[in-house]
C-alpha cells in the first residue's frame, strides 16, 4: 500500500480545551494507524496539541502563516514563531484564504519558500471554482496554481511539498468530486509535476484531495492511481467522523 497522507483541517473551531480533547482522543485511536497523519488547529491551540502530538505519529500543522519572517505585520503569524510551537508542516493557499482573503500565487509562492527555507513541510492546496470548472478551465487553473507556487522551489526543496486538490465548489458543500474527476485532476497536476522535476518526482510527490471528504467516500477517492490521501476540514472535528476516514482501507 501507498503511504497515504490524512490531514485534519480544523479552521477556525475549537477553544483550548476543545482543541486538546479532540487530540487526545486522535493520539489513542490512531496510534496503530497505518498511514501518514496531521492535524492542523488554530494558532491559538498549536501549543496546546502539539504537546498532545509529540511523540505520536500525528504531526503538528498550521493553517497559514505570514510572507515575511519578522516585523510589523499586525496580526500576522510568523514562521518563527511556529517552528517555536514545534510546528511540522504548514497549509498554504487553502481556497478560504484565497477567495475570502484574496491572497494570490505571489504572495502564497514567498510563503512556500519561507516556509521550506525554514524545514517545514508545505501543503500547497490548489483548485478550481465552479464558475471555472463549467468553463472548461479546471486543469489550467490547477496548472497555472501549481507553477506559480513552485516559481524557484527546486527539486530538492520539492521534497518537502504535498499537494492538496481542492475543488472551491466541494469544499464544505457535502458535494465531493467523483473519484473519476478528482483522478483526473491529479494526474494533470502529475504531468505538471513531471515537466517542472520530472518523472522521478511526479511519481513521489503526495497529491492529496480535498473537498467534503467523509468515511462514506474516502476510500473510493483513495482507491484511485493518483491520489494519495486527503484534505479533511467538517469532518476532522469529532473523532468519530475523522478516525474512519484516516484508517480506511
Ligand atoms: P471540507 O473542507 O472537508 O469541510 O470540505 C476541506 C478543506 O477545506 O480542506
Redesign the pocket.
Known amino acids: 500500500m501507498r503511504n497515504y497522507f490524512i490531514?485534519g483541517?480544523w479552521?477556525m473551531h475549537k477553544t483550548r480545551a476543545e482543541s486538546a480533547a479532540l487530540a487526545t482522543a486522535l493520539v489513542a485511536q490512531l496510534k496503530d494507524g497505518k498511514h501518514k497523519y496531521l492535524v492542523a488547529p488554530s494558532f491559538t491551540s498549536l501549543e496546546t496539541v502539539g504537546k498532545i502530538v509529540a511523540g505520536s505519529n500525528i504531526l503538528l500543522g498550521a493553517q497559514n502563516m505570514a510572507a515575511e519572517e519578522i516585523g510589523a505585520h499586525t496580526g500576522e503569524v510568523s514562521v518563527l514563531q511556529l517552528k517555536d510551537l514545534g510546528v511540522q508542516v504548514v497549509?498554504l493557499g487553502?481556497?478560504?484564504r484565497r477567495h475570502v482573503y484574496k491572497e494570490d500565487d505571489a504572495l502564497i509562492n514567498k510563503k512556500v519558500k519561507l516556509a521550506i527555507k525554514h524545514d517545514l513541510e508545505v501543503i500547497l492546496?490548489v483548485g478550481e471554482t465552479l464558475e471555472e470548472r463549467e468553463s472548461g478551465k479546471a486543469e489550467k487553473v490547477c496548472e497555472t496554481q501549481t507553477e506559480k507556487g513552485l516559481d524557484g522551489v527546486s527539486a530538492a526543496e520539492f521534497e518537502k511539498v504535498t499537494i492538496?486538490y481542492?475543488p472551491v465548489w466541494?469544499?464544505?458543500?457535502?458535494k465531493t468530486a467523483t473519484p473519476e474527476d478528482a483522478d483526473s485532476i491529479h494526474a494533470y497536476v502529475r504531468k505538471v509535476v513531471s515537466r517542472l522535476y520530472g518523472a522521478e518526482a511526479a511519481k513521489a510527490v503526495c497529491i492529496q484531495y480535498?473537498?467534503?471528504?467523509?468515511a462514506d467516500n474516502a476510500a473510493q477517492l483513495m482507491a484511485k492511481a493518483n491520489i494519495d490521501g486527503a484534505?479533511?476540514?467538517?469532518?476532522?472535528l469529532k473523532p468519530e467522523t475523522f478516525v474512519p476516514i484516516a484508517k480506511f482501507g
Open positions: 490531514a483541517n479552521k497549509i487553502h481556497s478560504e492546496c492538496a481542492e466541494a469544499i464544505g458543500t457535502g480535498g473537498g467534503s471528504v467523509k484534505l479533511v476540514g467538517g469532518a476532522a
